[in-house]
């Protein structure tokens, strides 16, 4: 059984962002991992990297 890394944005820690269609996994050249929201792209209200996890968001919408 292999342990996970407590620096991986994983499903639990994640909220709304771990179904999220805009939500996308990045990995930094150090191993760091991040959330980053596609809406932020478009919408600056939207924070490029959110604080997680996300429990409420107002541009959510579950993966297709």
């Known amino acids: 059984m292999a342990l996970k890394d ?3 944005p994983d499903d639990d ?3 709304l962002c771990a179904d999220g269609q805009f939500a996308r996994r990045i990995e930094s050249s150090r191993g760091s991992k991040f959330i980053l929201c596609g809406r932020s792209a478009t919408d600056p209200s939207f924070p ?5 996890p996300v429990l409420t968001c107002p541009g959510y919408s579950p993966k297709l």
């Open 6 to 8: 407590k620096a991986e």
């Open 13 to 15: 820690r994640a909220g």
């Open 48 to 52: 490029k990297y959110p604080r997680l």
